[in-house]
């Protein structure tokens, strides 16, 4: 029989993901035998808050964690369902078994401390650049973003020209915001 291994779970829409997050997941995978990464709102794209799919996003983060030299880990789309009494259930449905869940979001924690588990936070990494916003504005007005994400993440948002995709749909909604 296997040896009971800790699975933990962390929670994201990971638009894009970057360092803060790839520094959280160094300090989890010290705390478990293995990681899941739910990429969530894994049905939203091509907007200001979700550029990238669920798709892209998960080949960013799995290069991310290979370059990381991580082989141990899960990426599970999630796309909302947006009833929070049965979140937690539908969660648990699209992952391996897992013990403890990393959060500092209050309803995610509060969802899953009710369901019975251990809910643990993650420290913030220089959150006023590492922030999936601020990488988004700087893309969108032409500032170096690239620095702030890992190299596979840079990789992947130039290859599918997600930088152009943001700076078009940001253009088309203010135009039809002042039509
Ligand atoms: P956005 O600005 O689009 O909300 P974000 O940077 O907050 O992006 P999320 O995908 O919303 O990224 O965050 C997923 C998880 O990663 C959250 O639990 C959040 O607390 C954590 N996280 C985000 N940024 C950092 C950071 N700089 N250091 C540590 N954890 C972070
Ligand atoms: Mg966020």
Not at 147 to 170: M, S
Request: glycine share 6%; charged share 25%.
């Amino acid at each position: 029989m296997r040896k009971q291994e800790v699975s933990a779970l962390l929670i994201g829409r990971f638009q894009p993901f970057h360092n803060g997050h790839l520094e959280v997941i160094r300090t989890i995978s010290k705390q478990c035998d293995r990681l899941i990464v739910g990429i969530g709102s894994a049905q939203l794209s091509h907007t200001f808050e979700n550029p990238f799919t669920a798709g892209e996003r998960h080949l960013m983060i799995s290069r991310a964690l290979h370059d990381e030299g991580m082989d141990n880990f899960f990426l599970v789309p999630m796309v909302d369902i947006n009833r929070y009494a049965i979140w937690v259930a539908h969660v648990a449905s699209l992952v391996p078994p897992f013990q403890d869940v990393y959060s500092n979001n209050p309803l995610t924690r509060r969802l899953f401390e009710e369901a019975g588990y251990e809910v643990r936070s993650a420290p913030l990494f220089d959150r006023a650049v590492y922030s999936g916003t601020e990488i988004r504005k700087r893309i969108i007005s032409g500032k170096e973003w690239e620095h702030l994400v890992p190299k596979g993440v840079a990789e992947t948002i130039h290859e599918v020209h997600g930088d152009q995709r943001l700076k078009d749909i940001t253009k088309e909604y203010s135009r039809e915001v002042t039509i």
